[in-house]
């Protein structure tokens, strides 16, 4: 191999295929990753939101970008929720659905 070839080589770390990551994820990020979801993420209106969670429940997010990009986030997020709970880190609570609050 010549000093020009042996040049292109490089080494960087990576994940290993099929791993699964465990982390301790802060209750900030996990809010961030949700206002992102229903914030920030270009819906048009309601009934656009609604088509998109169609388009994942019948198997059309590979095809479409947005459902693809939504669907990776709320996996994520339901990721987080799973892990929560099976640890002991959620609790019930009471929202007023009208004001949007939280009911002590």
């Not at 939101?49 to 669907?71: C, M, N, P, S, V």
Request: aromatic letters at 8%; charged letters at 35%.
């Amino acid at each position: 191999m010549s000093e020009q070839q042996e040049s292109k080589i490089i080494e960087r770390e990576i994940l290993k295929e099929n791993a699964t990551v465990k982390l301790d994820l802060p209750l900030a990020y996990y809010l961030r990753i949700n206002q992102f979801l229903f914030e920030f993420f270009p819906f048009r209106d309601e009934k656009h939101l609604g088509e998109i969670l169609t388009k994942i429940a019948e198997g059309q997010d590979e095809t479409d970008a947005e459902a693809y990009h939504f669907r990776t986030l709320l996996s994520l997020q339901l990721l987080i929720e799973e892990a929560a709970k099976a640890q002991g880190l959620t609790e019930i609570v009471k929202i007023d659905t009208e004001k949007g609050e939280r009911i002590p």
